[in-house]
């Protein structure tokens, strides 16, 4: 399949490079890597964001020329990455498009015209790196660097299951390559706002606990009185999850509209992907998320009653508080 992608960027001209609304690590760092690849390529590509490029993100390579946009602009192909539809970029046009879907999820989904979709790897970043390798473009410092990037966050810093020897193996070649893993980790890592540490305070402070489950919330006041962003909300459930012995942590996040984001993270125990796809969202069997309708106490309720019965049976002498 990946001939036949790079067969299809060759017949073309005009790129548009795009992932998933409030886009992550390996979204960010693969559309920038696969934008400059294709200019190498001697391709006219833009990178183009529903919501732009988050702060913690915005030190990369090329982030300074992501376009935010609610609409693709005119073009040969669009090029997808992360999605598993082209509602998730939320950009108008997209369906009128010629489209190139690079994915790695599991719930990865034939949509476009290409489908290149490969769950064996731990991000779209080692697709990216394929890409490049087979078109013959060298992996500079600045490419390695966005790549490393999607690496290192969809693997959560090289701890989530799945992690092997050849996501190493990569790391390493992209290392070789340029990128420096602790500047790369810095930013992310050590760049938080004043506004996410307050958010964090308050979640901490709703922590339940149900045996091997924990939760966390925040309601749209707090985000209003913290003066947060969306993406300050980044990487708060991990916090739950960190607890010893917990297995399966949950962070739901109020919306404008009344309904819940809710961030999955699992130990490795239980796929949470499968309890993610059931109410419409996806991702990874240890992290994914999805939206559900409020209020919180019935969507705590929902989300626990999908993960008992998905889940294998639970310690009952697990600690609850």
């Known amino acids: ?23 992550d690590g390996d979204g960010i760092g693969s559309a920038l890597a696969c934008g400059q690849i294709l200019r190498m390529m001697g391709k006219e590509a833009e990178v183009v964001m529903h919501d732009g490029v988050p702060r913690i993100y915005q030190n990369l390579p090329f982030a300074d020329c992501v376009v935010q946009a609610d609409a693709v602009p005119p073009n040969d192909a669009v090029i997808l990455l992360e999605c598993d539809g082209t509602r998730r970029a939320l950009l108008e046009g997209l369906d009128e498009c010629f489209l190139i879907n690079i994915d790695h999820h599991v719930s ?7 489908n290149w979709i490969d769950s064996s790897v731990m991000a779209t970043a080692e697709l990216v790196f394929r890409l490049a390798r087979l078109a013959c473009v060298p992996v500079d410092r600045d490419i390695a660097t966005c ?3 999607g690496l290192m966050t969809d693997t959560g810093s090289f701890m989530f299951e799945g992690t092997n020897e050849h996501t190493f193996t990569v790391a390493r ?11 790369c980790a810095r930013h992310i ?20 606990r149900e045996g ?9 006041e707090q985000m209003q009185r913290f003066c947060a962003r969306e993406e300050d909300c980044e990487g708060l459930v991990n916090y739950a999850l960190s607890i010893g012995d917990v297995q399966v942590a949950m962070f ?6 009344g309904r819940f984001r809710v961030s999955l993270r699992s130990k490795g125990e239980v796929n949470v992907s499968t309890v993610a796809e059931y109410f419409g969202g996806g991702g990874h069997k240890c992290a994914s998320g999805c939206s559900i309708e409020g209020p919180l106490a019935v969507a705590v309720s929902r989300i626990v009653d999908r993960l008992r019965a998905e889940a294998v049976v639970w310690n009952a002498d697990s600690s609850t508080s």
Request: proline fraction near 5%; charged fraction near 20%.
């Open 189 to 208: 890592y050590f760049g938080h706002s004043t506004a996410k540490l307050r958010l964090l305070g308050a979640a901490l402070s709703n922590l339940h």
């Open 173 to 183: 070649e992209l290392v070789l390559a340029g990128a420096d893993p602790a500047l």
């Open 212 to 220: 091997p489950l924990a939760w966390i919330w925040i309601t749209q």
């Open 108 to 114: 990865g989904r034939n949509f476009g015209h290409i």
């Open 1 to 23: 399949m990946l001939e036949l992608v790079l067969r299809e960027i060759r017949a073309r001209r005009r790129f548009v490079v795009t992932s998933h609304a409030r886009p």
């Open 147 to 149: 790549l490393y990037t």
């Open 252 to 257: 739901f996040r109020e919306l404008p509209d």
